[in-house]
Nanobody
């Protein structure tokens, strides 16, 4: 499966932004989807994940819990990351990823496919 992330940009602190990740193929609903981010000079970190099919299970990093929401639209082969109350610490390149399997794991090594990333810059 190929993944294409979009929606990044330069925003001010406190605003909201929605990232999208479009997937190719007809088996999108069978993949658990995740969002990761990598800030300058830092390692990649887990942000959020949503289980396959209906997306009944979601998981969030503590740093974004209550501010970010992950969702999926299987009819559009797209996963979203709605981000609110953004702050400068959220500045990073955001990557979407897909894995076979139901579990919303946080380890990037458990994901099979990765998108190219979209840059989010939050100014204070």
């Amino acid at each position: 499966v190929q993944l294409q992330a979009s929606g990044g940009g330069l925003v001010q602190a406190g605003v909201s932004l929605r990232l999208s990740c479009a997937a190719s193929g007809r088996t999108f609903s069978t993949y658990t989807m995740g969002w990761f981010r990598q800030a300058p000079g830092k390692e990649r970190e887990f942000v959020a994940a949503i289980s396959w099919s209906s997306g009944i299970n979601t998981r969030y990093a503590d740093s974004v819990k209550g501010r970010f929401t992950i969702s999926r639209d299987n009819a559009k082969n797209t996963v979203y990351l709605q981000m609110s109350s953004l702050n400068p610490e959220d500045t990073a390149v955001y990557y979407c990823a897909a894995r076979r399997g139901f579990s919303t794991v946080v380890a990037g090594s458990e994901y099979d496919y990765w998108g190219q990333g979209t840059l989010v810059t939050v100014s204070s």
